[in-house]
């Protein structure tokens, strides 16, 4: 099917509500996709098709829900691509992916023309902002002069639906094929781990849009009903103020951001009273800082692992199933984990090895990298390059990045271990830890330390504090402080420039 069928599945089974709020405006479930059907119709006048790639590189705003559901309606492929990624980078991937098109919003248009310049296939760059501009076509006047009604494109389970691009942490971005099979499967199962969200549930949305998060909130948001409160990017005063205005009940989040609420000063002024769910994913939360979060604000966090090659939820917690701190959850439906030496062959239950998955949601490839593709997906099974172990009741847990692990002397160390004590200090906001090479020991232990704001401690004083509480071989040589640690857009900490 083609995954915008749910669409009209949720017309069907909920009627209209009020399905989205932005910047103070209401979007019912009608309107998304009203605009969808204009939207998809102004494309196909102007040439654009089936099987075709569209860019959407925007900040979070209701058009980017709406360029999806128009993309999917004409039977072309979603390309998400994150805007604060530089000129250089989002011409890449206009050039790898053969993009034919382009949405953005007018703010970025300097940006996304310079990226463009010299992309053979790309015909059009569509606008969000009103604004006639030279040599790009106004997205209002795409869905102004557009058809309210639009016969949805028929596609195969097996058709492409989305490609997107990895963050390049380590290398040159590779574009990951998911199929609509591979998102509904996902979106499907996903779902289940929420048995009580209504069409009355409230959640708030924060994370970009224009990532595999993006097209997780859209399918979800169809198959369970509820009101999204959408903000244009993070900001730790708004989110608070979203909460206690809208009486949200669910948000997703990365650790990153659950730190900043923590240590934001005056949050006891805000009614947070109403919040259930505290989502967490992206990277592991830290057990000292989970703790303190848990203590300070109502709700609950219940952590989840996944990756874009999955589609890209591969375990959660549920709303019916007890929470185990520090674990990620139960693998969903279908998808099966296994636990892997370096040998490929499982590990017994309580071991770390590197996990692997196989279902329904595993992607089909990296586009036009049949040979990283083949290194990736081994016998059906994906590699994920995460280290990680399953308990007897079947929760996961991750470790740590295979590629982050230090060996000195010949023992393994993961940094979450050691990041774990160091930010148990009370003085820390975070840390990240990597290995550096050494002529002795083969790898040696450098932790990079954010204060508190406020707070002075010395590099003997974080050595101390780990000495008294890890293995001495676990503990850091060398100990740097900065102001902060580079992040992608998602929240994920940059360790390949912290070893650069």
């Not at 774990?420 to 050494?438: F, K, Q, R, T, W």
């Amino acid at each position: 099917m083609n995954l915008i069928n749910l669409q009209e599945e949720n017309f069907n089974k909920f009627g209209e509500y009020t399905s989205l709020v932005f910047e103070g405006k209401e979007y019912t479930n009608f309107d998304i996709r009203a605009l969808g059907n204009r939207l998809a119709s102004g494309m196909k006048k102007l040439g654009l098709g089936a099987g075709d790639k569209v860019v959407v590189c925007v900040p979070n705003c209701p058009e980017v829900l709406v360029s999806y559901s128009g993309i999917w309606k004409v039977g072309m492929i979603i390309i998400p691509v994150l805007f604060l990624l530089q000129a250089e980078e989002i011409k890449y991937i206009l050039e790898n992916s053969d993009a034919k098109a382009i949405i953005t919003s007018h703010e970025l248009v300097d940006k996304i023309k310079a990226a463009a310049a010299g992309v053979s296939t790309l015909k059009h760059i569509i606008v969000i902002g009103g604004k006639e501009i030279e040599g790009t076509v106004s997205f209002e006047k795409l869905v102004e002069e557009g058809d309210k009604d639009f016969a949805i494109q028929t596609m195969s389970d097996d058709d492409l639906g989305v490609i997107l691009y990895t963050s390049g942490t380590t290398g040159k971005p590779k574009g990951v094929m998911l199929s609509h099979d591979n998102l509904l499967f996902n979106a499907q199962a996903s779902t289940k781990c929420l048995t009580h969200v209504t069409t009355e549930t409230v959640s708030l949305v924060v994370l970009p849009l224009a990532h595999v998060y993006g097209l997780t909130v859209l399918l979800g948001g169809f198959i369970l009903g509820g009101k999204g409160v959408l903000l244009r990017w993070f900001d730790t005063e708004k989110v608070l103020e979203a909460i206690q205005n809208y009486r949200v009940e669910i948000m997703t989040g990365v650790p990153t951001m659950y730190a900043y609420m923590l240590n934001h000063p005056g949050v006891e002024k805000y009614d947070l009273s109403s919040m259930e769910i505290w989502l967490c994913a992206a990277a592991p939360m830290p057990m000292e800082a989970y703790r303190a979060f848990e203590e300070k604000f109502p709700g609950k966090i219940y952590e989840g692992y996944g990756l874009t090659e999955a589609a890209p939820a591969v375990s959660l917690h549920r709303d019916f199933r007890p929470i185990k701190p520090g674990s990620v959850g139960i693998p969903l439906d279908n998808i099966e984990v296994k636990i892997l030496n370096d040998d490929n062959m499982p590990l017994p239950t309580g071991e770390i090895g590197e996990i692997c998955i196989k279902g329904p949601t595993v992607m089909k490839g990296y586009y036009n990298m049949p040979e990283e593709t083949a290194k990736t997906i081994v016998d059906g099974w994906l590699h994920t390059g995460d280290m990680g172990k399953l308990d007897e009741d079947g929760y996961l847990y991750v470790v740590d990045r295979k590629k982050d692990m230090i060996i000195r002397g010949g023992l393994n160390i993961y940094p979450k271990d050691v990041e774990e004590i160091i930010d148990s200090h009370p003085a820390v906001l975070e840390s990240a830890v990597v290995g550096v090479n050494d002529p002795l020991m083969g790898e040696e232990v450098k932790a990079f330390v954010v204060l508190k704001y406020g707070q002075k401690v010395t590099e003997e004083e974080i050595i101390k504090h780990c000495q008294e509480r890890l293995a001495k071989y676990k503990t850091p040589k060398y100990v740097v402080f900065r102001p902060y640690l580079p992040k992608s857009a998602i929240g994920k900490v940059l360790k390949k420039e912290l070893r650069q």
